[in-house]
């Protein structure tokens, strides 16, 4: 039995979309026959909260060279606590290409879900100096294994290569898988759609959950009839609760915080409209979901996310959302047994594998 070890430099625990992606991975990688094992800093909790510490003493001292800092601390770290196992693995997974050895070694597959200049609002204040070293860190890393490196949608490469005229032709393009059988059977159900405007996420600034919160208050002032629920945890929770109650939103808008998956889909099939006003996204499992549960979507213009799942790219300004929201202009026609092929685990698994085979 082949071994595949696969490495993230963050905690499981956390969730969102790139543990989704490693869970899949591991998931359909031990039904096509290997044996997997998953490394992160959950591993090591002690060595783990000791690297997270480091970036977040000096990103407020001097940031982002605390982000910089922790890829380092993270190479060291997994140094150490893996150089007797990195030889027993036939095949090699990294969640991303900067917080470990970039080798042009024919086994190793490095993913690309995003890179952490790309957006630096959650700090304070930046230090340009250093912003420009984490930029040129990352970008150099890329640079070394783009032959090894696989992004998650078409679209992200393409842009990834446009805005950093970077060649990207040897880089593969892995599409995240999805199961959509309980979609299914949620659909089944056939819930009455409710006047209801929809947004599922972590709560952090990258997402923009205040921009929902503006979409409220101009809902509320112009009594268009419809209400909010944002579903999610993170740690803008509290800040956006205290917003909903310091603009008197409570009547329309809904924080129900983080709920168990199927509550979520059941959510997404009563809603009429679903909106993502993130900054940054690389897939968003969530727009295909809310797509086949019914919603018309709304996603911020420029995002990296496969355009079959947004009816309504548009900038973020406020007239021009609530415009969609009155009148829907152009709801595009999705196919479930379509979607279920494209995004298939067996036939993400099966990418992945004949990418080892042809390569090594």
């Not at 940031?63 to 606590?81: C, E, H, M, N, V």
């Not at 929809?198 to 929902?212: A, Y």
Request: hydrophobic share 40%; glycine share 6%.
């Amino acid at each position: 039995m082949k071994k595949i070890g696969i490495f993230y430099a963050g905690f499981n625990k956390k969730g969102g979309g790139v543990v989704t992606h490693l869970q899949n991975l591991e998931k359909g990688l031990s039904q096509a026959g290997y044996k997997v094992d998953v490394w992160s800093l959950d591993k090591s909790l002690l060595l783990g909260y000791f690297v997270a510490g480091i970036e977040k003493i000096f990103d407020r001292i001097l940031p982002p060279s605390g982000k910089l800092l922790r890829y380092f601390a993270t190479k060291i770290l997994f140094y150490f606590q893996l150089k007797k196992h990195y030889l027993k693995y036939d095949y090699q997974i990294f969640e991303d290409i900067f917080s470990f050895p970039q080798t042009p070694m024919p086994k190793k597959l490095y993913f690309f879900h995003g890179y952490r200049a790309d957006f630096l609002d959650d700090l304070k204040f930046r230090i340009k100096f250093f912003e420009k070293m984490l930029l040129n860190y990352e970008i150099n890393c890329l640079k070394k294994v783009k032959n090894q490196t696989a992004f998650v949608s078409r679209e992200h490469k393409d842009l990834i290569a446009k805005t950093f005229n970077l060649n990207l032709d040897s880089a593969q393009v892995i599409e995240n898988s999805a199961d959509l059988s309980l979609i299914e059977s949620v659909l089944k159900n056939n819930y009455q759609k409710e006047n209801t405007i929809i947004s599922v996420g972590l709560l952090i600034k990258r997402k923009n959950p205040e921009f929902i919160l503006e979409l409220a208050k101009k809902i509320k002032k112009d009594d268009i009839g419809f209400k909010f629920k944002i579903i999610g945890d993170g740690p803008e929770f509290a800040k956006i609760k205290n917003k909903i109650e310091e603009h008197q939103l409570k009547d329309i808008v809904i924080l129900k915080g983080k709920l168990g998956y199927k509550e979520t889909l059941e959510e997404l099939a009563k809603s009429k409209i679903f909106i993502l006003p993130s900054f940054k996204e690389s897939f968003s499992f969530v727009l295909l979901e809310a797509k086949l549960l019914g919603n018309y979507t709304i996603a911020t213009e420029g995002l990296a996310v496969p355009d079959i799942f947004v009816d309504k790219f548009l900038p973020l300004d406020v007239n021009f959302w609530i415009e969609e929201i009155k009148n829907p202009s152009s709801k595009k026609e999705i196919n479930i047994e379509e979607m279920k092929r494209r995004f298939s685990l067996e036939r993400q698994i099966n990418q992945i594998i004949n990418y080892f085979e042809k390569n090594t």
